[in-house]
């Protein structure tokens, strides 16, 4: 893949607690093999175990409010930490924290402590008590960069306990001690070249909380997006785009562990709406060669999982032979698809992503297109009411349409229920709100019939293509026009249906 470096950024202004660091996540057998001595010549390193308690209350107040509260453990020493769940969930981690030293393995919680006293009544306070705890072996060293740049390269290898359940741990840290973030990613492209590593995407504490809930090794569906409605344009995208990459990346995770079927739709699922979001915001990269190549990346990488999601799909239409022979095909399929995953390029690809999102020139204030005016609800009302007229005029007639034509209006159909749950949380009113869930009810309908109509079309090529002498069991003709019949129905519904934008 062809990389374009974004122009040196001024050292960031950082003052206590601002925390700024790169996750990275290992292979855990990677990660015994991988030397900081190795990659940076002698050094001083340090090795230490760490055991963190993470405390909250039964009802989780703490998360709720944006926190996270831990007492770590080394040696004879206790440190607490109270940490607010800043931006960046996907890439660069910027939070608040504050952080000192306790004599005790409890919390002590004061005017020293961070926020919390003014967030949370003495009564909530006082049922906090531990729920996880992360027991691991850090090994780090402080490295020097480019531009002056300080940072602290830190191995962590362990594993994370609540109550009966465990998960191994094992991820690399770089945390900016002093100079520009652009020294992280720099470093991150290096140590790859020792043993692979992948964008981290979740805190510790995030770990932690979906193992104490018995959610850890599950599909991830998209989350809600919470946009600032007094924020900028940019900033919107950005916290879309790494809501986006953050999906592809659990379930990627997942994906290349068992290859099934769920985690793939929604790593698939996470890629294509962070196509979307490239789209929609088209008009802030106009000159940025780097985001073209960008989403010529993401759309191969696409690609290669809708083959396999295809099959997943046509799968269990059949059984006998003919199911035995597209489990097959499936098989093949995916192993290749795993390659990719595998490769340095996708690996790279995301972190690539996550730079260009922080440094890259669509940021840089000389350079970046203007803000919309009218802001960020207005540059969004004008998007759903585009999108929406544009559905309108591919999808006239739908079921008179043609394939092709019927496969154009469905991409449409995608674009806007994308839309919809990304600028979701701009339009809070009550009014609002129920004609934003009516209107996404209706997209939904909409799509699933444009999915089993698109299902006749896709089926018969694969069966043709593996040379399987078999048909679709419900691939008559009469199936197909009450289908045809119902997806316009719900196509005129959804046209009809009140906008929450306005």
């Not at 510790?204 to 018995?214: D, I, N, T």
């Not at 009014?431 to 999915?451: M, S, V």
Request: net charge positive; hydrophobic share 40%.
């Amino acid at each position: 893949m062809r990389r374009l470096r974004p122009a040196p950024m001024p050292d960031t202004m950082m003052s206590d607690p601002l925390e700024i660091e790169l996750k990275l996540e290992l292979d855990p057998r990677d990660c015994e093999r991988l030397d900081l001595a190795d990659v940076f010549g002698p050094g001083e390193s340090e090795t230490h175990r760490l055991v963190s308690t993470y405390f909250d209350t039964p009802d989780l107040a703490l998360r709720g409010a944006g926190y996270s509260l831990r007492v770590r453990r080394r040696g004879k020493e206790r440190i607490q930490t109270v940490k607010a769940n800043g931006a960046g969930t996907a890439g660069l981690f910027r939070r608040l924290e504050w952080e000192r030293p306790i004599k005790e393995d409890v919390p002590m919680l004061d005017d020293a402590s961070g926020p919390l006293l003014q967030l949370l009544s003495p009564e909530t306070l006082a049922r906090i008590a531990p729920l996880f705890v992360t027991d691991v072996t850090r090994t780090s060293r402080e490295i020097r960069g480019g531009d002056s740049a300080r940072i602290e390269a830190a191995i962590d290898r362990g594993e994370i306990r609540a109550g009966e359940h465990a998960e191994a741990l094992c991820e690399l840290e770089l945390e900016l001690q002093g100079g520009s973030p652009q020294a992280l990613f720099d470093l991150a492209r290096r140590l790859d070249e020792h043993v692979p590593i992948r964008l981290g995407v979740r805190s510790k504490s995030e770990r932690g909380y979906a193992l104490a809930a018995g959610k850890s090794g599950r599909a991830v569906k998209a989350e809600p997006v919470a946009l600032n409605r007094d924020g900028d344009v940019h900033e919107a995208f950005e916290t879309i785009a790494r809501a986006c990459i953050r999906q592809f990346r659990l379930n990627e995770a997942l994906l290349l562990d068992k290859g099934e079927p769920e985690p793939l739709h929604q790593a698939r699922v996470g890629l294509r709406r962070l196509r979307s979001a490239f789209s929609l915001f088209k008009p802030l990269m106009a000159g940025d060669e780097r985001a073209l190549l960008l989403r010529a990346e993401l759309r191969a990488l696409a690609g290669a999982l809708g083959e396999v999601r295809n099959l997943d799909v046509l799968i269990p239409k059949f059984d006998g032979d003919t199911h035995d022979r597209l489990a097959a095909a499936r098989e093949h399929c995916f192993a290749r698809a795993r390659m990719e995953l595998a490769s340095a390029r996708t690996r790279l690809l995301m972190l690539d992503l996550a730079e260009w999102l922080a440094l890259g020139a669509w940021r840089d204030p000389s350079t970046k297109a203007a803000s919309p005016e009218g802001g960020l609800v207005a540059f969004a009302n004008t998007l759903l009411e585009t999108s929406l007229k544009r559905l309108k005029r591919r999808g006239k007639g739908l079921a008179g349409l043609d394939d092709d034509k019927r496969h154009r209006a469905r991409i449409e159909a995608k674009k806007l229920r994308y839309a919809t749950e990304f600028f979701a949380s701009l339009y809070t009113g009550a009014k609002a709100r129920r004609r934003h869930q009516t209107f996404l009810e209706k997209l939904e309908e909409l799509q699933d019939y444009l999915g089993e109509l698109n299902d006749f079309v896709i089926g018969p090529q694969i069966l043709t293509k593996l040379s399987i002498p078999a048909k679709l069991a419900k691939a008559g003709k009469d199936e197909r026009e009450r289908l045809l019949g119902r997806a316009e129905t719900a196509f005129d519904a959804l046209i009809d249906t009140k906008k929450f934008w306005n």
